[in-house]
């Protein structure tokens, strides 16, 4: 492995020559022999000599985004026979969720442009996630991160933010996650100089981080049996970049779009397309369906999951798995088989305030 390996050969080597040779007899025990004072300063002095500079250990954080694990919802599909359901644990990611993934294309995208210099404020607009999965980022490599985000995010959430140092300008809860986007929008045309937009709806860089990784995970987990794929309309960079290469990788997989019911929801980090700012990423034509979710539907699968899987799910993932279910239900009762795969976003942990949990 590296030159620690010479020392162990060596220690091995030296004292396997004396382990049948005894020590001094004690009450009749023959004790072992000890390594004489000339062969322990030897071993000392090869230790110093050979060991040189170590490799680092360990992985770097950027190194733990993506390759995440894909859960089986076995109890959930229980009742239906050939059918199987699967989510990908997105929260396994440093940040704690799949926005990782595009923050971090994003990031690396504009520092080999030259858009992000040393001193210069990453400044986006964020429901939550991908704010912290910038946070986590800049703490790490040492750039400034300015966030606009709704002022009703869960405050899980607006602790982690303080947690990571970022600056934070809230936005009038009504206007929701297009407000943020306005007001980021603002703050990049009043000051270029200062802050570098990174714009994660209309950044082709969040697509490309699932295009060229969540989708290929998801086929090499699934040995390419996967038939249907489920994610839910934030900035649609997940959807997007998973589909085209699903989609390359077989036409007929079927992907499945959701989106919350109504512009006034409880699905925090997903839009209603018909109501919202359209993210120009977004590309309706690649859905083979989209499906509309109610919010109280998302409320109760995120309580049966934590009740009944163990695993407990933020509120848009709930939302996807719900989906999922309908899904399966119909493909059961046409009697054909089915390998649905979804993201699941995040987990519960910053929504763990919410009162639904207990009602």
């Known amino acids: 492995m590296f030159a620690r390996q010479s020392y162990t050969d060596n220690w091995r080597n030296w004292l396997l020559p004396l382990s049948h040779i005894g020590g001094e007899t004690r009450n009749g025990v023959q004790a072992a022999a000890k390594p004489p004072r000339k062969l322990m300063a030897t071993l000392t002095n090869s230790a110093t000599i050979s060991l040189g500079t170590p490799l680092p250990l360990g992985t770097r954080l950027l190194d733990r985004i993506g390759n995440t694990p894909l859960i089986r919802l076995e109890r959930l599909t229980a ?20 926005k990782d993934r595009a923050a971090s294309a994003i990031v690396a995208d504009a520092r080999e442009r030259g858009l992000l210099p040393a001193g210069k404020h990453l400044l986006d ?9 910038y946070a986590m980022l800049g703490a790490a490599m040492g750039f400034p991160v300015t966030l606009c985000v709704p002022g009703n995010v869960s405050p899980e959430r607006k602790r982690i933010l303080a947690a ?29 100089g200062k802050y570098f937009y990174a714009d994660q709806y209309g950044n082709n860089a969040n697509w490309r981080a699932h295009y060229r990784g969540t989708a290929n995970e998801i086929w090499e ?18 959807f997007v970049g998973a589909t085209r290469r699903l989609k390359e990788l077989n036409p007929r997989i079927q992907c499945i779009s ?31 369906r989209n499906v509309e979710m109610e919010t109280e539907a998302a409320y109760a699968m995120a309580k049966h999951l934590g009740r009944t899987e163990g695993l407990l799910v933020g509120i848009s993932s709930a939302a996807v798995v719900a ?17 649905i795969v979804t993201i699941l976003c995040d987990s519960a942990d910053k929504y763990l305030s919410e009162r639904f949990w207990e009602e």
């Open 125 to 133: 607009a964020t429901s939550g996630n991908t704010g912290i999965a």
């Open 221 to 238: 987990q699934t040995a390419g049996q996967i038939t249907h794929f489920v994610a839910g309309l934030g900035t649609s960079g997940t």
């Open 258 to 288: 959701m989106q919350p019911d109504s512009p006034f929801n409880g699905l925090e980090g997903l839009k209603h397309m018909a109501t919202a700012i359209v993210p120009p990423i977004y590309d309706a034509k690649l859905a083979d």
């Open 79 to 98: 009742h239906l026979p050939g059918i199987q359901i699967l989510g990908k644990a997105e929260w396994a990611n440093p940040g704690g969720s799949v």
């Open 323 to 339: 989906t999922c279910l309908r899904i399966a239900e119909e493909e059961a009762a046409a009697g054909k088989e089915a390998v």
């Open 164 to 192: 990571y140092g970022a600056n934070v300008i809230w936005t009038d809860p009504a206007d929701g996650s297009d407000g943020a986007i306005r007001k980021a929008r603002e703050l990049a045309a009043a000051d270029p």
